[in-house]
């Protein structure tokens, strides 16, 4: 891990300052902390130095358009511009630009170091989020806050602690969080409702998951998901993703995962949790990775889905013995 202190915020200011044209990306198939993270910072900057050309780019996610808009990217964004990357820890994963292009290249991340591609690199694996790592950042350097950034950076941060049930909130997401509403006078409960608003065909797909589960002997549980499936209830690969965390407190179960056909990108995509077993090392012998209790995959096929489903079910037995 590294270890975060004063100067390297102030570091990463300085570089802010320094240049007028600043693009931000984060990770593939975002949720609502790459999101917030990305676009809160862009609005950070913004409210700081209003002349400076800031863009956040990336693939739109349609049930997170309430957290901003994001920018169409151009070839003219390479050009003698700084890139930061927030919520990714690797180059690979980081959506809609070439990170070798940009003249310096900062990483803003709390997942398990993957590899190094930042001229400065913040990785914080004790971070609720990412979000967390950026009103960090803020609370320590002169940027400002904006009302958009302070309310995208608590959804983001809520988000990945699935309100603050997650192992790695810790006193200090306590701490700025409160300090994050008492300087910006958030309403913060109003938030909730674009969080968790859903409209009535997820409650019935979700009940189709619950119907549909393959529990194995050792606790690990699964759901496979056909295209024809999700167009049954009018849904698409990633709503499945985002209900993973409702799966959680079944009794018997250790781990769970929901792998849902994505056609447009041609792969399943899995999105794997836990509540005790290590589950981010075998999602990284399948095109994926993340936290030791959330983390997600990119699959070839339903084969696969039949392979790391076996290795997952290992992973259970073992920790169930232990």
Request: aromatic content about 12%; glycine content about 6%.
């Amino acid at each position: 891990m590294y270890v975060k202190v004063k100067s390297v915020y102030n570091k990463i200011y300085k570089k802010i300052k320094k240049y007028d044209k600043i693009v931000i990306a984060r990770h593939v198939g975002p949720d609502p902390d790459a999101l917030g993270s990305s676009i809160g910072l862009k609005e950070i900057i913004k409210a700081t130095f209003s002349e400076k050309e800031v863009y956040v780019v990336g693939n739109p996610a349609s049930k997170f358009r309430y957290l901003g808009a994001l920018d169409k990217f151009q070839e003219s964004m390479y050009e003698n511009s700084l890139l930061i990357v927030t919520d990714t820890p690797d180059k690979k994963r980081v959506d809609g630009v070439n990170v070798d292009r940009f003249k310096e290249v900062i990483k803003l991340d709390h997942h398990p170091f993957v590899e190094k591609f930042g001229t400065i690199e913040i990785v914080d694996e004790k971070a609720s989020s990412a979000s967390q790592i950026v009103m960090e950042l803020v609370f320590e350097t002169k940027l400002k806050w904006s009302k958009l950034a302070a309310e995208n950076l608590f959804i983001g941060l809520v988000a990945d602690t699935d309100r603050f049930l997650f192992s790695y909130t810790t006193p200090k997401t306590f701490e700025l969080v409160a300090r994050l509403m008492k300087e910006t006078n958030i309403e913060f409960s109003s938030l909730y409702t674009n969080l968790y608003l859903r409209p009535f065909k997820e409650a019935k797909f979700e009940g189709y998951i619950s119907n549909n589960m393959i529990v194995t002997e050792h606790g690990f549980a699964y759901c496979k998901l056909s295209e024809d499936i999700l167009k049954r209830f009018d849904v698409d690969a990633a709503t499945a993703g985002n209900m993973v965390n409702n799966f959680n407190y079944l009794e018997g179960i250790y781990a769970w995962a929901v792998f849902s056909e994505d056609v447009s990108n041609n792969n399943i995509r899995g999105s794997i949790r836990s509540r005790g077993p290590i589950i981010n090392e075998t999602a990284s012998l399948h095109n994926g990775g993340g936290h030791k209790f959330a983390a997600g995959v990119r699959l070839k096929d339903f084969e696969e889905v039949d392979r790391i489903a076996l290795e997952l079910e290992e992973v259970c037995r073992k920790y169930t013995e232990e």
